[in-house]
């Protein structure tokens, strides 16, 4: 079976139904089961305090902030190419789904940085483009309410979506671009020395996993409704007709 038939509306629907319980029960499990974890069942660090829990928000949050405008891009790119329309629907769909996550990252950082930095906000090169980021996706959502044509705002919104991930980028590699930021390194990374302690990394790498489901479960809700809506605007064209 190739890959690109799932791109048909019929057949995404019927597959899409299928995984929904699945992720929804992925979601509620590994985030359930995350959250607790690290809020109540780790100890305070030594350094930080309790402050230090703050990270199975931020890290989770910022993570698929950055993903997703990745996933936007390719779908936006599939789009731009091979005029599928669920991969442009896909996109649309999880446009706010990154902004809430992108906005849970700069807010949880601020609360962070308060602490540890004694300021909520810097012009760190990491948190400049993390903001920047967050108005790409504002913009992104904003041009596809604007436009009352379907093809034309997914070849517009998808364009805006290639320009805005050179931020995506940046957020991701800032710090190993500046490294005269504020912004500390990767929580997680293929290095256990760069990771956090195995006390906090086991529940923030269950959390994370949590979160990723959460997407895919609220992407999967939002495309089907986006083809449903897209069918019950040709419908409402023929009957005019």
Known sequence: MSFWE??????????????????????????????????????????????????????????????????????????????????????????????????IALITGALWGQPMWGTWWVWDPRLTSFLIMFVFYLGYIALWAAIDEPDKAADLTSILALVGTVFAVLSRYAVNFWSQGLHQGASLSMDRAQNVANVYWFPLVLTIVGFFALFIWLLLIGTRSEIRARRLRALEMQGVR
Do not use: C, E, Q
């Not at 048909?8 to 699945?22: D, G, K």
């Not at 928000?57 to 329309?85: C, D, E, G, K, Q």
């Open 6 to 103: 799932f791109a048909n509306p019929a057949r995404f629907m019927r597959l899409s139904a299928r995984l929904l319980p699945w992720f929804g029960g992925l979601t509620l499990v590994a985030l359930g089961g995350g959250l607790l974890w690290g809020f109540f069942l780790t100890p305070d660090a030594d350094l930080f305090g309790s402050t230090v829990k703050i990270i199975y928000l931020h890290v989770p949050s910022a993570f698929l902030a950055v993903n997703i405008y990745f996933m936007m891009f390719v779908t936006s790119l599939i789009w731009l190419i091979r005029r599928h329309h669920v991969s442009a629907l896909a996109a649309k769909s999880a446009a706010p789904i990154g902004a809430a996550m992108t906005l």
